[in-house]
């Protein structure tokens, strides 16, 4: 048979064709190359002299899936179901051929690669490689058998885990389950699946027994399966509210896993292709592609990154310890500097604690941690000793004027290429860079609390930040396994500002009759984490005061306070650090605070306002509006102008529901006509903190949306 192809290559060892796929960068499965697959092991089944198949791959990767650009833009299931027939056809051939093909699994095998390593007759693999059907994560449930054949070979207990959480086991915990039958050295692994073609040769092993559709050990009894799939569906119905693959992939196994797998598969297909069209599934998909392409800007391109390898964190509180946690985790040489020697013992206690959770876990040892900080991190009270540091990272008091002195006497020390991030999250970085001689070497690192666990890292361009800077900010942000939104400075950055929106209608409902709970339970019901009040309660409602204030004097009368947030900050009920806020923390479960309570109903009794009734959706249709409108705010002033990167900031900043794709995607999907409509509507009640946006106007008259597909 032929040896040389485009994305495969394929040695012949006694009688047995050694397949090694190539298809960068990580062996996934896009038409030309599953093609070509299936091509060559037609090839190789045709051939007399061939007797077996190994199908290995190369790197990192066995195969890590399919390309879901190529699902993406499909629309319907008419369209979507042939290609899915033809998949299942390929893998059947495999499965059902006349030899014996033995996976040798080298790297990650993910989604459609596990699919494909199952259909073998044999899975020999390296340890500590993953293995799983990760495809719930981006709506989808696995296509290509993956709820059929999983089951068979690990039991319906733990295919059911592995494909409804969508989490990869490593290979030494799949061969205890049966999903790997063998594991071996990276350097003996193709020669001991050539071993195993031996086997299958002269007989020891027999290719229909092994067939993995013929594996009817684990198929449980019918009440076996009914108990199991009734638990299932309780699990999935509390977890997984407002997706959809979740209930798509337990109802393909549970009315799978027949004696019959080829209707089965059938069904399976028609499940996937429900998910596929669905909109859950584009948001998911559309937010896994635009998370791998965040950073990647017309700005900086072909612009190298600075090599950063020694970094200082100023500041050991509870910002800078998370901090420098990634900072260890990412190989980094660490420097903590802080005002003296008792800040410095308490800033070193609280990095020890941010690692108690791996070592709870026991992902990590406490001598581990030890040789960590031994090796990497040294702590100093002298600003001198920072002069060889490649990034400074400054987490102290937010106060302007402290900030420019430190920045002031490190810019007198330190190299001139060595770059100044601030992790404010309020003050201006273009005024805080105007008394460097270069202000193009500072750039703003906004990260989320707690540091070390949030993925959201907001990349802030002051006025003079220059490319350079940016390119290695990103490439940081990377390292330190971030994703990285780039926006340009002004007031509470991007996503402060959008919460700020979105959230910011709770008070003109509450001052308009309509109860604090019903705002709480509808926020709740449309997908975020919290409400507006307990969110504040646990910011802390004095700093959302002055970040407010802050908004009223740098962006004018749109921002002024509300008359009723100026009563409840008077309160002095500051939220869960005071004791109580807009709940009252004292018992075992929050309740709402009667002061508070107090406050609203006397400036409603003032104003003659009486309770209103409000549906769940006219609620968060007003909080919406406003959201979508301050996005739409922040175009205009030159901000932020990709809506992909605004809703990535809001979805891993602040909880968004993945599953409605962001902000704008939401607007998108609601129709921008109705959007500006419902501003209207609510401009001529509330004021101007509603009123449109220009480019709202626009796109609603234009028919435009945010996605320009």
Not at 317 to 323: A, K, L, R, T
Not at 541 to 547: E, G
Not at 634 to 641: K, L, Q
């Amino acid at each position: 048979m032929k040896t040389d192809y485009k994305t495969i290559q394929v040695e012949i060892k006694d009688g047995v064709a050694v397949l090694t796929m190539n298809n960068p960068p990580v062996n996934q499965l896009s038409g030309h190359f599953v093609l070509e697959l299936a091509g060559v092991i037609s090839a190789a089944f045709d051939d007399e002299s061939i007797k077996a198949m190994v199908l290995t791959g190369n790197g990192k990767n066995f195969i890590a899936g399919a390309d879901i650009r190529q699902i993406k833009d499909i629309q319907t299931k008419a369209e979507l179901l042939p290609i899915l027939n033809d998949n299942n056809r390929f893998l059947n051939r495999i499965e059902t051929g006349p030899k014996p093909v033995i996976a040798a699994i080298n790297g990650n095998c993910l989604g459609g690669g596990l699919e494909i390593a199952m259909c073998c007759h044999y899975r020999v693999a390296v340890k500590g490689i993953d293995l799983g059907q990760p495809e719930v994560q981006i709506g989808l449930i696995p296509g290509a058998g993956g709820t059929q054949r999983l089951p068979r070979l690990v039991g319906l207990r733990y295919a059911l885990e592995m494909i409804t959480i969508g989490k990869p086991i490593n290979s030494e915990i799949a061969h205890q389950r049966g999903l790997v039958d063998e594991l071996a050295k990276p350097e003996k692994l193709v020669d001991a699946a050539v071993k195993v073609a031996g086997r299958f040769i002269s007989g020891e092993l027999n290719i229909n027994a092994r067939a993995t559709r013929n594996r009817h050990y684990w198929i449980p009894s019918a009440a076996e399966k009914k108990a199991m799939m009734d638990f299932t569906k309780a699990m999935t119905a509390s977890q997984a509210k407002g997706y959809i693959a979740p209930f798509k992939a337990v109802e393909a196994i549970d009315k799978g896993l027949s004696y019959d797998i080829d209707a089965d598969l059938k069904r399976e297909a028609e499940l996937f292709a429900d998910c596929a069209v669905s909109d859950v599934a584009k948001n998911l998909i559309g937010i896994f592609l635009n998370t791998r392409a965040a950073g990647r800007l017309p700005r900086i391109e072909g612009v190298k990154p600075t090599k950063i390898k020694k970094v200082a964190m100023l500041g050991g509180g509870v910002m800078g310890s998370g901090i420098v946690n990634l900072l260890l985790k990412g190989g980094f040489e660490t420097a903590l500097w802080d005002i003296n020697d008792d800040a410095l013992k308490k800033g070193l206690a609280s990095v020890r604690k941010t690692f108690d959770y791996p070592i709870k876990k026991r992902k990590m040892k406490p001598a581990d941690l030890e040789k960590m900080l031994e090796e990497q991190l040294t702590t100093t009270s002298s600003l001198e000793d920072l002069k060889e540091m490649d990034l400074i990272i400054e987490a102290v008091l937010e106060d302007m004027k402290v900030k420019q002195d430190i920045w002031k006497k490190l810019e007198s020390i330190c190299r001139p290429d060595v770059i100044f991030a601030t992790n404010t999250s309020a003050l201006p970085i273009t005024e805080m860079a105007s008394n460097f001689n270069d202000p193009g070497r500072m750039i703003g690192l906004h990260f989320f609390n707690p540091a070390h666990r949030m993925q959201l890292l907001e990349i802030i361009c002051a006025a003079k930040t220059s490319d350079q800077t940016l390119a290695t900010s990103v490439a940081f942000a990377r390292a330190i396994r971030k994703i990285p939104i780039v926006v340009n400075d002004g007031p509470g950055f991007y996503v402060s500002r959008q919460l700020g929106g979105l959230f910011g209608g709770a008070v003109y409902l509450t001052a308009d009759g309509v109860d604090g709970a019903a705002i709480e339970a509808a926020i709740l019901e449309f997908g975020m984490p919290m409400g507006p009040a307990a969110l504040a309660d646990l910011t802390g409602i004095d700093i959302n005061y002055h970040v407010n204030k802050t908004f009223e004097k740098r962006l004018g009368e749109r921002y002024k306070i509300h008359p009723l947030t100026e009563l409840i900050f008077q309160t002095g009920c500051y939220g869960r650090k005071t004791g109580a806020g807009y709940f009252d923390y004292g018992g075992d479960q929050p309740v709402p605070n009667p002061k508070v309570t107090e406050v609203v109903q006397n400036y409603r009794r003032d104003l003659g306002v009486q309770p209103k009734a409000m549906s769940k959706e006219d609620i968060t249709d007003a909080m919406l509006a406003l959201g979508i409108n301050e996005a739409a705010l922040m175009m205009e002033e030159g901000i932020c102008d990709r809506p992909q990167d605004m809703d990535l900031a809001m979805i891993y900043g602040t909880g968004f529901p993945p599953y409605r794709g962001g902000v704008l995607r939401y607007a998108d999907k609601w129709g921008l006509k109705n959007v500006y409509d419902k501003l209207l509507t609510l401009e001529q009640q509330y004021g101007p903190r509603f009123k449109p946006a220009a480019l709202i106007q626009e796109m609603a008259k234009s028919g435009r949306k945010f996605y320009e597909e």
